[in-house]
């Protein structure tokens, strides 16, 4: 056999190789992000620390969403509290090996922010929120998370973690679907209305101006 003729063979099975296992990364990645949205407390518990994870971005988010609506539900916030420490670990414990896999993963860090809040780990909190502002520092949608989390934390954070969190207030308060958000909290939480005036009033003229604005329907409707 000439050595062109054994090229060939070879490369045409390396190819068929290759399909075989791409056929199988796919049917899996599809098993899992089908499967985890029938996830529920009982799925969760049951795997014992080692929840399916996938190789894509879309997995990841299938099931890191699927473990938040499994720990924010009815069922999973008025579990006992030995059980509901271990269905939050578990959801941590996938969200780490996310991050652990790609360490550029915003969503992930957020979420973990989350579940070491649940956790009342305090230092774990800053760190996967510092994580994720260095990984996704404009993105609306990852501010809109993290707004939350760190406002529920801020007398734990560092100075560092504060201003950071001032940004993504800045960030919220110059889009269309975060100042409602902001304004609404505004009114509701009077310890939130110095520090938001402060971010407010270092931007420019015409995104006060708009703020004032979404602020002064927020009462009305209050």
Request: charged share 20%; net charge positive; aromatic share 8%.
């Amino acid at each position: 056999m000439r050595f062109g003729s054994v090229f060939n063979f070879l490369a045409a099975g390396v190819f068929a190789a290759l399909l075989v296992v791409t056929a199988w990364i796919a049917q899996k990645e599809i098993a899992i992000a089908t499967g985890a949205k029938g996830w529920d407390t009982r799925y969760i518990l049951g795997q014992n620390g080692a929840l399916p994870m996938g190789f894509s971005l879309d997995t990841d988010y299938a099931v890191i969403d699927a473990c938040l609506r499994v720990t924010t539900s009815a069922e999973g916030l008025f579990l006992p509290s030995t059980a509901r420490g271990t269905l939050v670990a578990a959801c941590q414990s996938l969200a780490g090996r996310i991050t652990d896999s790609s360490p550029l993963n915003s969503y992930g860090w957020v979420v973990q922010a989350r579940f070491a809040a649940a956790l009342g780990q305090d230092s774990a909190v800053e760190q996967a929120l510092r994580r994720s502002y260095a990984t996704g520092p404009t993105e609306q949608w990852l501010a809109e998370q993290r707004v939350p989390v760190a406002e529920a934390a801020l007398a734990g954070l560092s100075p560092a973690a504060r201003a950071e969190h001032r940004q993504d207030l800045a960030i919220l308060v110059q889009s269309q679907r975060g100042i409602a958000a902001i304004a609404q909290r505004y009114v509701r939480d009077e310890g939130f209305r110095a520090r938001i005036t402060a971010v407010v009033e270092a931007l420019p003229a015409a995104d006060q101006a708009r703020f004032v604005q979404v602020l002064r329907a927020a009462v009305r409707q209050r």
